[in-house]
């Protein structure tokens, strides 16, 4: 599962990482919870284009976008079995930039939050798909995340990651001309453990109503 990020890079440097020509404002996002407004890139006339969702995908036949609030996740391995998402999985893909994402450990009674990242500290890309839902008060545009099995890394805390893209797959991914499953299902593995690092983070990231540096800092190790 993947229900909390951050997305934090300037757009100066979404824009350069991941080919974007122009990046609309962002705020420093440290504690992206679901039902939140998150950016995300897909393909446009011609070039890729970085754009707002909201995160929670509303198919675009739902009655009640509500429904969003269930489909914050898309599994890797169902992603074309489910109606939910079969339809957006071959025409409509995105990817979200994030820098890092949390997980939590079980401790006694309580849980500690962990924040995996990178080791090399850039932002990266999580495979996402996209919807556009018509409603009485005008079009709503939602976006769900590609989960997959859990990394040894990840995997002692939960057996689910979210499928972070290689650079040399974004083209692939943002394809509207690949629909076959074949050509993409390679893409959704689990992103090598050894690319990537974790460190506890203070408890204030358990509440989405929290944000901010303090979000991400490593606690003091003994």
């Not at 020509?21 to 890729?48: C, F, K």
């Not at 495979?127 to 990394?151: I, S």
């Amino acid at each position: 599962m993947c229900g909390r990020f951050s997305q934090r890079t300037p757009a100066k440097k979404i824009a350069q990482k991941f080919g974007v020509e122009e990046v609309p404002p962002l705020l420093e996002r440290y504690n992206v919870a679901p039902a939140q407004v998150v950016l995300g890139i897909r393909a446009g006339d011609g070039m890729r284009e970085a754009t707002f969702f909201k995160w929670g995908l509303v198919p675009r036949w739902a009655k009640d976008p509500a429904i969003g609030n269930k489909l914050i996740n898309a599994r890797a391995e169902t992603v074309t079995e489910k109606p939910s998402f079969r339809e957006a999985f071959l025409r409509q893909r995105c990817f979200i930039p994030a820098d890092g994402f949390f997980e939590w450990a079980r401790q006694g009674d309580r849980k500690q939050p962990l924040y995996f990242h990178l080791r090399d500290g850039e932002p990266f890309a999580i495979a996402g798909l996209w919807e556009r839902w018509e409603g009485d008060g005008g079009p709503l545009e939602t976006c769900t995340l590609l989960t997959t099995e859990a990394n040894d890394l990840i995997a002692p805390y939960h057996d689910r990651m979210p499928v972070i893209l290689k650079p040399e797959d974004y083209d692939r991914w943002l394809d509207a001309g690949a629909r076959q499953a074949e050509i993409l299902r390679p893409l959704l593995r689990p992103y090598p453990q050894e690319e990537m690092n974790a460190y506890a983070v203070s408890p204030l990231v358990n509440s989405p109503s929290n944000d901010g540096p303090r979000c991400i800092e490593p606690l003091p190790t003994n």
